[in-house]
């Protein structure tokens, strides 16, 4: 099905290992929280179990290489809802944690594709370079996260000495089209991961640089952010 670009879509919130300092009207605003992990559960455990929790929650894992079957049995006891590929490769990858994921949810006892998948782009650049299409490459695949903070980092790109939030680096103007044109063509939306921005103003700019551009919606880097963005 394909993604209705009028429709409104929340913004999700990454974090590194702390539930965020707001109250749960605001992060019900959010579509989710993406709790960057690394190998600990613990914040995750803590989100799951919030009282009146609307919104998903996600753990942020990768490369794929480092996600051993005992860390996925510790995502799956948790209580995460979805898992967001960072330095995602493409249809190879996707389709490998789908197995992962069908292990895994088999020897939990648990009931087949509660878990979604997220596939973020930009920390693995080969990725974006891909030939091979994500359509059907998996009913878990439910969104594409587009982080241009990762991808320029990784290729080398200089950063801007004034208006950051302004001044896009080619390889990222070229990542950002790849990724919308691959999540319309798998029929999914397109999340954009925001750069930090200095004010509300630049914040709304930035957000509405990405919904002229094709994104159904953005990854906030922060509370602030996600509480000027999550009200608009």
Same mark, same amino acid.
């Given at each position: 099905?394909? /993604?209705?670009?009028?429709?409104? $879509?929340? =913004?999700? !919130?990454?974090?590194?290992?702390?539930?965020?300092?707001?109250?749960?009207?605001?992060?019900? +605003?959010?579509?989710?929280?993406?709790?960057?992990?690394?190998?600990?559960?613990?914040?995750?455990?803590?989100?799951?179990? !919030? @009282?009146?929790?609307? *919104?998903?929650?996600?753990?942020?894992?990768?490369?794929?290489?480092?996600?051993?079957?005992?860390?996925?049995?510790?995502?799956?006891?948790?209580?995460?809802?979805?898992?967001?590929?960072?330095?995602?490769?493409?249809?190879?990858?996707?389709?490998?944690?789908?197995?992962?994921?069908?292990?895994?949810?088999?020897?939990?006892?648990?009931?087949?594709? =509660?878990? %979604?998948?997220? #596939?973020?782009? #930009? #920390? @693995?650049?080969?990725?974006?370079?891909?030939?091979?299409?994500?359509?059907?490459?998996?009913?878990? !695949?439910?969104? !594409?996260?587009?982080?241009?903070?990762?991808?320029?980092?990784? /290729?080398?790109?200089?950063?801007?000495?004034?208006?950051?939030?302004?001044?896009?680096?080619?390889?990222?103007?070229?990542?950002?089209?790849? $990724?919308?044109?691959?999540?319309?063509?798998?029929? $999914?939306? +397109?999340?954009?991961?925001?750069?930090?921005?200095?004010?509300?103003?630049? +914040?709304?700019? /930035?957000?509405?640089?990405? %919904?002229?551009?094709? *994104?159904?919606?953005?990854?906030?880097?922060?509370?602030?952010?996600?509480?000027?963005?999550?009200? +608009?």
């Amino acid at each position: 099905m394909s /993604v209705n670009r009028s429709q409104t $879509v929340k =913004p999700l !919130l990454i974090v590194d290992s702390a539930l965020p300092a707001m109250d749960i009207v605001a992060l019900n +605003a959010l579509a989710g929280i993406i709790v960057d992990i690394g190998t600990d559960t613990e914040t995750l455990a803590g989100m799951a179990g !919030l @009282a009146g929790r609307t *919104f998903a929650l996600l753990a942020r894992v990768g490369p794929l290489e480092r996600l051993s079957e005992d860390a996925l049995q510790q995502l799956l006891d948790s209580g995460a809802e979805g898992i967001v590929l960072s330095g995602c490769r493409g249809r190879a990858d996707i389709q490998k944690l789908d197995v992962m994921l069908r292990v895994a949810e088999a020897a939990n006892g648990t009931a087949p594709n =509660p878990i %979604r998948i997220y #596939g973020e782009y #930009g #920390g @693995a650049p080969e990725g974006l370079l891909s030939p091979y299409p994500l359509t059907d490459s998996s009913p878990r !695949l439910k969104a !594409l996260i587009f982080n241009g903070l990762a991808l320029a980092k990784s /290729v080398g790109c200089q950063e801007p000495t004034s208006a950051r939030h302004q001044r896009v680096a080619a390889p990222i103007l070229t990542g950002r089209a790849n $990724v919308v044109l691959r999540a319309f063509e798998a029929g $999914v939306p +397109a999340y954009e991961v925001l750069p930090a921005t200095p004010d509300e103003a630049a +914040a709304r700019w /930035v957000r509405s640089q990405s %919904r002229d551009n094709g *994104f159904a919606s953005v990854v906030c880097n922060s509370v602030e952010q996600a509480a000027i963005l999550s009200n +608009a």
